[in-house]
């Protein structure tokens, strides 16, 4: 299986933005649905955005308005756009396919929003 590589988290004041991108090389274009997941210290993984080949995106309810997720299948890459971020949104950030399975999980990027 392949393993995305997953870059872009950081830390960043409440009210920030920052944009993860996610490589998985030869693979992207193949999965119908990607999606972008999150795991907070103590709590489950949860999916935050996804996106259909074709484009069609949907989104947690905590992050609607703010966070948009886009791909390039040419690229083969997959994007998180954060903006107005808040501290209940510091988790680790993963992107995987949806149902999960295409791909095992990477290692996640780390994003952090101090207050």
């Known amino acids: 299986q392949v393993q995305p590589v997953e870059s872009g988290g950081g830390l960043v004041q409440a009210g920030g933005s920052l944009r993860l991108a996610c490589a998985a090389s030869g693979s992207i274009f193949s999965v119908n649905v990607m999606a972008w997941y999150r795991q907070a210290p103590g709590k489950q993984r949860e999916l935050v955005a996804s996106i259909t080949r074709r484009g069609l995106t949907d989104y947690a309810d905590s992050v609607k308005g703010r966070f948009t997720i886009s791909r390039d299948n040419l690229k083969n890459a997959v994007y998180l756009q954060m903006n107005s971020l808040k501290p209940e949104d510091t988790a680790v950030y993963y992107c995987?396919?949806?149902?999960?399975?295409?791909?095992?999980w990477g290692q996640g990027t780390q994003v952090t929003v101090s207050s």
């Open positions: 995987n396919s949806v149902p999960i399975g295409y791909f095992t």
